[in-house]
């Protein structure tokens, strides 16, 4: 019997030793989203951007993320949102899709774009840096997490409210290069503005909804056709960009076995991608 019993307990050890050199499960997909947007602005309030954010919240909670949002932020509430969300994504894990959609007044200046809080008092250029929110302070450190992927959206280029003596500032949004593992969209392409619109919604919040609840679609064909629906919703007033360096695979929602494959007009096949 000693024999078999030595046999056994070899049997064990062996089985133990496999299932502890099995490589671990990758750990779950974590997704997370700081939502704002701002409308109550002194100069006059926004009529579609809060309403847009809310849509954008309720779509993205729909796709499975964690969502934070807010509105009407002054600038203290803004900046502090901005670094609760920072630290909320360091803690999270390299497996973590995070999105940050802002929606209200941006401008830019010296090549570096401002998010403005809805306490802003904007008479010249020099009030820029003081009164409104560098967008790249908190980028950039978000790029340094190396998550699996940072999606970065402004929906803010609009005409500027403000009436500011001296040099006129430039409208629209600047070009930015997005750090490795990172999208950036701006809702009107850099250096432009979008038209007004009356809403209830923006056309540029409306194509993006819809576009991230269609099922299956990359996340660089997901901003491609928003570029596009909101080209054909403004009848070309309003085209959006992006610019993508992300190269992980990731869906907003996956395509049911039994749904459509996606359709590609021509148009969107000659689309040129940033």
């Known amino acids: 019997m000693r024999p078999f019993v030595a046999c056994v307990v070899a049997l064990f050890a062996l089985i133990s030793v496999g299932v502890v050199s099995t490589p671990s499960a990758e750990p779950a997909e974590k997704r997370i989203a700081l939502v704002?947007?701002?409308?109550?602005?002194?100069?006059?309030?926004?009529?579609?951007?809060?309403?847009?954010?809310g849509l954008i919240a309720q779509t993205l909670q729909a796709a499975g993320f964690d969502v934070v949002g807010a509105r009407d932020l002054d600038q203290?509430?803004?900046?502090?949102?901005?670094?609760?969300f920072l630290e909320k994504a360091s803690s999270s894990g390299p497996n973590t899709v995070a999105f940050v959609y802002v929606s209200g007044y941006g401008l830019q200046l010296e090549g570096e774009n401002y998010f403005l809080p809805v306490d802003a008092k904007i008479g010249d250029a020099a009030n820029v840096a003081a009164e409104a929110v560098r967008i790249s302070d908190y980028i950039r450190p978000l790029g340094i997490l190396k998550?699996?992927?940072?999606?970065?959206v402004l929906d803010a280029a609009r005409r500027n409210p403000?009436?500011?003596?001296?040099?006129?500032?430039?409208?629209?949004?600047?070009?930015?290069e997005p750090s490795p593992g990172m999208l950036m969209a701006f809702n009107a392409?850099?250096?432009?503005?979008?038209p007004e619109q009356n809403g209830p919604y923006g056309a540029y919040a409306q194509a993006l909804a819809e576009m991230i609840r269609e099922g299956g679609l990359s996340l660089q064909d997901v901003f491609d056709r928003v570029r596009l629906r909101v080209n054909e919703m403004t009848k070309?007033?309003?085209?959006?960009?992006?610019?993508?360096?992300?190269?992980a695979s990731f869906v907003f929602f996956e395509r049911s076995p039994d749904a459509p494959p996606p359709t590609a007009s021509t148009e969107q096949s000659s689309t040129i991608r940033s």
Do not use: C, H
Not at 76 to 84: E, H, K, N, W, Y
Not at 147 to 152: G, H, N, R, V
Not at 189 to 194: F, K
């Open 147 to 152: 998550l699996k992927a940072s999606i970065i």
């Open 189 to 194: 392409a850099p250096g432009t503005i979008a």
């Open 36 to 53: 704002l947007g701002n409308a109550g602005y002194q100069p006059g309030a926004l009529p579609t951007s809060a309403n847009d954010a």
């Open 76 to 84: 203290d509430s803004l900046r502090r949102a901005f670094r609760d």
């Open 162 to 176: 403000f009436s500011v003596s001296g040099e006129p500032l430039a409208g629209g949004l600047a070009l930015v």
């Open 236 to 247: 070309g007033a309003q085209v959006p960009w992006s610019s993508s360096r992300v190269e």
